[in-house]
Structures are given as structure tokens and as C-alpha cells.
């Protein structure tokens, strides 16, 4: 695989859309398409995210050869306890 240029990877993740929820949301920008940047002006943005204290939980991935699973380039050091996180929310205009 590797000679055919094939690598593992994590697959992205997208939120599953409707056909619906598509056409709305290209409806939604077809409408803004000539706004000037005094109407954007008038616009307040927001998003939040979750931030892992200690690590990410998220799925990992290692390339190794056999034998060699407990080498240090090989690991993620874990904590026993839950190291917790932190959910930050902001906005922007």
C-alpha cells in the first residue's frame, strides 16, 4: 500500500446534511453574496470549543514494526486521574 502511496490515516469528521440543510445553507449564502462589509459589520459570530487539560482524547495513531510497541516514540503517557477540560466560548464581529 505504502508503494502505491496509500498512508493510515484518522478520517475527517463532517456533520452529517440533509439535502435539505445543504439547500439551506447555500440559499443562506446566495443571499449575503453582495452584502458590503458596513452590513457584515452588524454581524456577531460565535463558536465553542473543548480543550483536553492533559492530552487529546481523541483517536491516536502510531506507525511502528512489530517488536517495538513499548520504545518511548511508541507511547502516550497517560494520568490516573481525569485530567479534565475546558470549554471556551467566544465571539467575533
Do not use: Y
Amino acid at each position: 500500500m505504502h508503494n502505491l502511496g496509500f498512508s493510515s490515516r484518522i478520517p475527517a469528521r463532517k456533520p452529517l446534511l440533509t439535502g435539505t440543510q445543504k439547500e439551506n445553507r447555500l440559499n443562506w449564502c446566495l443571499e449575503r453574496q453582495t452584502w458590503s462589509i458596513r452590513k457584515w459589520g452588524n454581524v456577531i459570530w460565535s463558536d465553542e470549543s473543548r480543550f483536553a487539560v492533559f492530552n487529546n482524547d481523541g483517536p491516536n495513531r502510531v506507525w511502528r514494526v512489530p517488536g517495538t510497541r513499548f520504545e518511548q516514540e511508541n507511547l502516550i503517557p497517560t494520568v490516573k486521574h481525569n485530567s479534565g477540560s475546558i470549554m471556551v466560548w467566544s465571539c467575533f464581529s
